[in-house]
């Protein structure tokens, strides 16, 4: 028989020893009554968190000026309310049992509400990862480790794990290796991910900094620190990297060819922070898509509208296509409005009044005076163009304009400036169309 198998044979035979007699200890008359008070506790407490939980989300629900960091502390107690209530009963039956005099009788509630209080405790410290996969892994092999740490089945759990192995010449695998491997490595991904938002923040208020600095240096501090978790996790292991060179290098020219459009916005994405041709703030035009840029990604770039959709821009059109930056130097922004006026109206006076009326508007630069010039004579009207300047270009231009119009409006009605419209003449013509005659009426008539 191979030895390696024999081991493993080995091992299962005295582990499988080891469960048989810790479930004969088990069905022993003291512990069996221990058991039963378990349960009791169990049930008590279930009983106990279906009547709390409604009030206890119901005050929470009232704790309306809370920071929002307490108020999802207290929706995760509710959701350990019922392991909670387990852990606390059964210390108190413990330390009650003690103070009697019966310490020999309380060993296994104890050891029930030291195995409640770790996964209670676990629960809360899985919080900090912020992955909802990884946070479940992490923390249902913590849950399984100190379980069997506290029935002192750990040993030989982890001695049948490295007995469960596969072979590849002198490099040897084994399970408990790989379980090893994921652990460290998830606990290195999610230590780096801390760090890379810590340090995100600390750059991001650093006035010292520019945006586009900021989050390409975010970026490239979260590319280290993850490559150095993922390294340092398979090195803590044992495995050697050495092999990985050759392979790492055929993996890249291959996604390279296959994945041309996500490496063309990878780099594109580089391309937009080195050059800083647009940052975050920015407002944009690119097609008919008007807003302001809400993030930069590696992928894409996040475009804010007015109406409160999120359009995710691709980086490559950015650099490869025509995009409005309206803040890029500076942002002032200059919009022109155009209108007529009757020609019996004063041009001055009519361009006065027009600058007046832009000059109200709240949003309308004070310091950059509107101007405004007579544009053209047309067929029914004197035609101008108002021309103001805006310093908040992502407040929307549509609205701005619409109230300088609604302010032109009021000027003239007030000062008695009208606004005309094109002038038809109508002529009926009797029978003979061809000759109407010096009777044909005519009516003038608006359209």
């Known amino acids: 028989m191979d030895p390696d198998v024999s081991a493993l044979a080995m091992a299962l035979h005295g582990a499988a020893l080891r469960i048989m007699g810790f479930v004969d200890s088990m069905l022993l008359p003291m512990r069996l009554y221990q058991l039963a008070a378990i349960a009791g506790l169990l049930a008590l407490s279930w009983l106990a968190a279906r009547a709390l939980s409604p009030r206890w989300t119901g005050w929470l629900r009232s704790r309306e000026g809370w920071p929002r960091w307490r108020l999802r502390v207290g929706l995760l107690l509710d959701r350990r309310l019922t392991l909670i209530l387990f852990a606390i009963a059964a ?66 759990t982890t001695g049948a794990l490295d007995r469960l192995a596969v072979s590849f010449g002198d490099f040897r695998l084994s399970a408990l290796t790989v379980l090893k491997g994921l652990i460290i490595t998830g606990l290195m991904i999610a230590g780096a991910r801390m760090a890379s938002r810590l340090l995100a923040g600390r750059l991001a208020r650093s006035s010292d900094i520019s945006p586009t600095m900021r989050v390409l240096t975010a970026k490239l501090i979260q590319v280290v620190l993850f490559s150095l978790a993922i390294v340092m996790g398979l090195k803590a292991v044992g495995f050697d990297l050495t092999g990985l060179a050759v392979f ?62 999120e359009y995710l821009i691709p980086n490559e059109d950015l650099v490869t296509g025509q995009v409005v930056n309206w803040s890029h130097s500076d ?12 020609y ?16 109200s508007v709240s949003r309308v630069m004070a310091d950059r005076r509107p101007v405004c010039w007579i544009n053209g004579f047309g067929d029914s009207s004197i035609d101008y163009v108002l021309r103001f300047w805006i310093a908040d270009a992502q407040g929307g231009l549509a609205n701005v304009r619409g109230k300088v119009f609604l302010a032109l409006w009021d000027t003239f009605k007030a000062n008695g400036i009208q606004i005309p419209f094109p002038q038809r003449e109508v002529r009926i013509l009797g029978p003979n169309t061809a000759n109407p005659g010096p009777k044909a009426q005519e009516t003038p008539a608006g359209d």
């Open 331 to 342: 942002d002032f922004v200059r919009i022109e409005l155009t209108f007529g006026t009757s």
């Open 344 to 359: 019996d109206d004063d041009p001055h006076r009519v361009s006065e009044l027009a600058i007046e009326a832009a000059a």
């Open 248 to 309: 790492s290098g055929a993996v890249g020219v291959g996604l390279g060819f296959g994945l041309q459009k996500v490496v063309s916005n990878l780099v594109s994405g580089v391309i937009i922070l080195l050059d800083k041709s647009i940052k975050p703030g920015d407002v944009i035009s690119i097609g008919d898509t008007f807003g302001w840029i809400e993030e930069l990604g590696a992928r894409y770039v996040s475009v804010v509208t007015r109406d409160g959709k």
């Open 91 to 156: 210390w108190i039956v413990v330390a009650i049992m003690r103070e009697i005099t019966w310490p020999s009788r309380s060993q296994l509630i104890a050891l029930a509400a030291a195995i409640a209080t770790g996964w209670v405790a676990i629960f809360f410290v899985a919080r900090i990862i912020r992955n909802a996969f990884l946070r479940r892994l992490v923390t249902w092999g913590a849950w399984i480790w100190i379980t069997l740490l506290l029935l002192g089945l750990l040993d030989e």
